[in-house]
Each structure stands twice: as C-alpha cells, then as structure tokens.
C-alpha cells in the first residue's frame, strides 16, 4: 500500500504518453499523404525565421494588445510547466519537492512561477472577455461558429483551471510549511499563494494536507490531458509553430511557382532550332500528371502541416481584402476546410486498415467553393499577417491551377482576359492597331 500512489502516477504517466506518442503518429501520417517538397534550401534564413517568429513572438506584438497578452500566456505556460519535471520526479520515487535542494535558485524559481500563474490567469480572462462579450469581429465570422467557439473557450478554461490547481497546491503546500508538517519541507518562495493560503488558515493538517493532494493530482493530470487534447484543438500550434516557421516560404512573398511541364513545353516552344510538327521521341513523352489540387492529397505537405499548425487567430481574415468588401472568402476558413478535410482522410484510412477508400468527396466543392477562390486577389495580405508563417494563398492558387488547367472552369471574365491576351497582346478586347486611337479622340 505504501507504494500504491507511485503505481497509480507510473500508470498515469504512461496512459497519458502514450496517447500523445499515438496522436503524433497519426498527425505525422496525415501531414505526409502530402506530395513531397524540396525544402531544403536557405537553412540560415530558415533558422532565422524560426527563432524569430515562433520563439520570439516578433509578428505576434504587430497588435500589441493579444500580442503582449498572448506573449504573457505563452511564456508562462511553458516555464511553470517546468515545475512539471519536479512533479514527474516526486510522483515517480514518492518525494516533495525534490529539488528544493537549490535553495535561492530554487525560491526565485517558484516564486517566478507564481507571477507568471497570476499574469496568465489575468490574460485568460481578458481574452475571454475579448472574445464573448467584446466579441470582436475577427472571432464571430462564419467559420468560428460552433466547436471552433467552443474549442476557444474550453482552452481559457483548461489554462484557467491548470493555474488556479497550481497556485491552490501551493497555497496548500505554504500552510504545511508553517505547520512544519512532516514530508513537507521548508522550501519555496510564494509571492501569490501565500496570500491565497489565508483562506486555508483554518483548516486542520490532514484536511490540508488532503487540499494539496488533490490539487496536486488534478494539476499533473489536466497537463496530461491538455497534452493529448491538443491533437484535436487549434492549440496543436504550440508544438507545430517551431516546424512551420522553419519551412515557411523563404522566397520574395509575390513569387509564384511555375508548373515544370508548362515551363518544358514553352522553353521547346521558344527554341528555333525544334522543329514545330515534328513527333517528340519516345523518351520525351512523360505523364505530367494532375495539374494544380482538388483534394488534400494533391497538396505538399509544408501545406498540410499549415493546416494543422493554424491557430484560427483570424489575423489573415481580417487582412484579407476581399473579406473586407464582403466577398465568402476568408483565409482561416481555408486552413480550416484543409484541416477537416485531411482529418476525414486519415480516419478513412484508419477505418479500411492503412488505405483510403473513395468517399465521393474532395476539397474542392465540398469544403472550398469556387466563388471563394476566385474572390482572393493574391495580394498576400494573410500570408504577411499569420504570427506563424501559414501560406493560405499557395493552397488557393493550386486549386484554382486545377480548375483552370483540368477543368476549364475559369470565369468568363477571366478566360475574356487570356483571349485578349493571346490574339491582342493586351488584356483589352482592342486590335494593336487601334490601341491608341483614344488619345485621337477630342
């Protein structure tokens, strides 16, 4: 019996491992059904953009409200969870505070510790309020309706609650100390809990000593079930932020691929020396394959972990032009759509044993209309404003690549403009010779 508590936090330990080792198995097989992509150039600017961007929060502080605020809940979440690593240590051989062996460093430690809960439980609340009672508009468009709401909210809870267990733990812990409880050493400085620990200044040892207990359980095992639930929130950005700013688009913002069978075919076009009728030879012939993407797996997968790393921030949206004038699209909605959609197929694959089975369904048409792809204007305005480094406007452009070159299903206005392009040299349904007949006009 005496050893039954260590038992039950091994166990814990390792139910709640081993679902996050399932969950990156089953994201990492998602993300590479995505068609394979060199990004292996520009390492320095790659390392660059990552410690800039997702370590040093540098595009976060463009708004400088959520940015500091988001900086305040970012830093402390990660470094109390430091105090984690003690808790692993004392649940694994039955000690407390196993490290207060430090002394100073590791009274500064808890003490750092306590600031950052409080300024992470103020920022939560903030935010909450931002998003249910200012209820700014970035966070009530369509797409945030539903669990995307609910998945918000149940985060500020999840984050409210940890801190709160935290400092209630400590709190308990303090009163003990004064108590000189045995087991509880005299360790820590608690700049916070201790004034919570007035509220507990009546209670009797054991009933302490059963308030810190639980608090201590309930913390270690909201911080294993967070761990897990991030699989299935926006907040898989915490792990994905790192990888997604490293392969993030390093070449000039305006610079669009070009596709190398097209470019083949005018390059043997534009060379005098080819014979025009002449029959290619046998080797020359070569499958381009699918032209653009109608469907995730089209897509490469620097794309797909795009979609899984968006925290729906609603940044890109609320940028985006073409929203701004009332038109369907919105750039979060993308991500979104992409995401659900890549997540319908790994749980097909997972139900017929490792292979897809045809639904019936694609990204396109089911998820994305076409009315929102062709209302974006390629003006890049969600790819500079995403904190970290998404590309929704590569997906757009891939799908809008299949429906012109597998579909032909261009708008009029559009295929009117190529047509003019082609016969007139000009995108103006006039001749050459008559193009400057308006300057004769008097």
């Not at 994905?240 to 070449?251: C, E, I, Q």
């Not at 038109?327 to 759509?337: A, E, G, Q, T, V």
């Amino acid at each position: 019996m005496q050893y039954l508590p260590n038992i039950l936090f091994v166990l814990l330990l390792i139910c709640g491992i081993g679902f996050f080792i399932k969950n990156v198995g089953r994201l990492r097989r998602n993300i590479l059904l995505g068609k394979d992509v060199d990004v292996s150039d520009e390492k320095p600017v790659r390392w660059r953009n990552m410690v800039k961007i997702a370590l040093g929060q540098t595009k976060m502080v463009v708004r400088p409200v959520p940015g500091i605020l988001h900086i305040i809940v970012y830093v402390g979440f990660i470094i109390i969870n430091i105090e984690v690593l003690e808790i692993i240590v004392d649940g694994i051989l039955g000690s407390h505070r196993i490290f207060a062996g430090a002394g100073k460093l590791y009274d500064v430690l808890i003490g750092s510790f306590e600031i950052l809960a409080l300024l992470v439980v103020i920022a939560v609340i903030i935010f909450w309020i931002r998003r249910n009672l200012i209820r700014l508009q970035r966070f009530i468009k369509p797409e945030m309706q539903g669990w995307p709401k609910k998945d918000g909210n149940l985060i500020l809870y999840i984050e409210l609650v940890l801190m709160m267990l935290f400092l209630t733990m400590n709190a308990a812990d303090f009163q003990l100390q004064q108590l000189g409880s045995e087991h509880y050493v005299q360790a820590g400085s608690f700049p916070v809990s201790a004034y919570l620990g007035a509220f507990f200044e009546g209670m009797s040892e054991s009933n302490l000593i059963i308030l810190e207990r639980t608090a201590w359980w309930l913390h270690i095992s909201g911080i294993l079930f967070f761990l897990n639930y991030l699989y299935y929130s926006k907040h898989l950005h915490i792990l994905l932020a790192f990888p997604n700013t490293y392969y993030g688009k390093v070449t000039p913002k305006g610079q669009f691929k070009n596709l190398e069978a097209v470019t083949n075919e005018v390059k043997l076009m534009m060379d005098p020396s080819v014979d025009p009728f002449a029959a290619p030879a046998e080797e020359d012939i070569s499958e381009p394959g699918k032209f653009g993407a109608s469907d995730v797996r089209d897509l490469n997968w620097v794309q797909l972990l795009n979609s899984y790393t968006c925290t729906e921030c609603g940044r890109c949206t609320s940028e985006c032009p073409a929203n701004q004038t009332g038109k369907k699209l919105s750039p979060r909605k993308i991500m979104m759509d992409t995401r659900d959609r890549l997540e319908e197929v790994g749980k097909n694959i997972d139900s017929n044993k490792g292979t897809f089975k045809e639904d019936g369904k694609q990204l396109l048409d089911n998820y994305i209309t076409r009315e929102e792809l062709w209302a974006c204007t390629s003006c890049n305005a969600c790819v500079e404003a995403c904190p970290v480094s998404i590309d929704p406007l590569s997906i757009i452009m891939d799908m809008r690549q299949y429906l012109v070159m597998e579909q032909s299903a261009a708008p009029s206005d559009l295929n009117n403009m190529m047509a003019n392009i082609e016969n007139n040299g000009a995108p103006w349904p006039f001749n050459q010779m008559d193009r400057l007949n308006w300057s004769q006009e008097s």
